[in-house]
C-alpha cells in the first residue's frame, strides 16, 4: 500500500526558530494536508494543498506540494511555545489518506 | 472549515461492559466516516472506514464483531467496543469527510477524541 515517510520524528527547538518538517512518498498523491494535534484532542487541519508546486500560507504555517506529487514540506516560522503538539502529514488519493507517522514538536520558552 | 463532534471526550468502564462512542458532523453532511485508534506518543490507526447506508470497510486485523460501526444518517457514525478490555483502552477519534451546499470537501476532519479506559 501507499507509505509517507515523514521527517523528523520529533524536534526540540527554542522559541523564536524556524522549523520544517517533510513527507515523501514513493506514490503519487492529488492532495497534501498538514494536520496538528494537541494533547488530548483530535487533529485539527491546517493547510491542504490541491496542486503540484502549490505553496500556501495560514499566519506563519508555510506548506508546500511538491512538483513531483510525491512530497511535501511544513515550515513554521517564528516559533512559540503554543505550536508545541504533533504535526501530521497525509496524502489523499481517490477519498481515501494515508497518515505520516507524525513530528512531535517542543518549543522551550 | 467542517466541524465534527465526539461524545463522550471521557469514559471509564468495567471489563466485560460495551462502550458506544458517538461522532457527529455539525455543519456538512457526513458521506464517508473514518474511525481511528491511536496509543500514546504513537500515529494514526485507521480501523474502519463507513459510507451512509453501508456496512462498514475494516482495515486488516480489526475485528469487526468487536467494534461495531454504525452510519445510519449523514450526520452520525457510532463505534461500540463490545464486551471492552483493559487492552482496548485507547485513544479513539472519529474523522469525516463528505458535503455542503452541494460542495464536496477533499480534506477528511477530525473529531475531539474519546479517551477509553477500561478497567
Not at chain 1, 491542504?48 to 504555517?61: F, I, M, P, V
Not at chain 2, 466541524?3 to 458506544?20: A, D, E, F, L, W
Not at chain 2, 482495515?59 to 450526520?75: M, P, R, W, Y
Not at chain 2, 485507547?90 to 480534506?107: D, Q, V
Request: neutral net charge.
Amino acid at each position: 500500500g501507499q507509505q509517507l515517510n515523514q521527517s523528523p520524528q520529533s524536534m526540540f527547538i527554542q522559541e523564536g526558530e524556524d522549523v520544517s518538517m517533510n513527507c515523501t512518498s514513493s506514490s503519487i498523491f492529488n492532495t497534501w494536508l498538514w494536520y496538528k494535534q494537541d494533547p488530548g484532542e483530535g487533529p485539527v487541519l491546517l493547510i491542504a494543498l490541491y496542486k503540484a508546486g502549490e505553496l500556501t500560507s495560514n499566519g506563519r504555517l508555510t506548506a508546500q506540494f511538491g512538483i513531483t506529487r510525491k512530497d511535501s514540506f511544513l515550515n513554521i516560522s517564528a516559533s512559540i511555545p503554543s505550536d508545541v503538539g504533533i504535526y501530521f502529514c497525509a496524502g489523499r488519493n481517490a477519498g481515501k489518506s494515508t497518515f505520516g507517522d507524525g513530528t512531535t514538536l517542543t518549543v522551550k520558552p | 472549515g467542517a466541524v465534527v463532534s465526539q461524545h463522550p471526550s471521557r469514559v471509564i468502564c468495567k471489563s466485560g461492559t460495551s462502550v458506544k462512542i458517538e461522532c457527529r458532523s455539525l455543519d456538512f453532511q457526513a458521506t464517508t466516516m473514518f474511525w481511528y485508534r491511536q496509543f500514546p506518543k504513537q500515529s494514526l490507526m485507521l480501523m474502519a472506514t463507513s459510507n451512509e447506508g453501508s456496512k462498514a470497510t475494516y482495515e486488516q486485523g480489526v475485528e469487526k464483531d468487536k467494534f461495531l460501526i454504525n452510519h445510519a444518517s449523514l450526520t452520525l457514525s457510532t463505534l461500540t467496543v463490545t464486551s471492552a478490555h483493559p487492552e482496548d483502552s485507547s485513544f479513539y477519534i472519529c474523522s469525516a469527510t463528505g458535503t455542503s451546499g452541494g460542495s464536496s470537501y477533499n480534506e477528511q476532519f477530525f473529531g475531539p477524541g474519546t479517551r477509553l479506559t477500561v478497567l
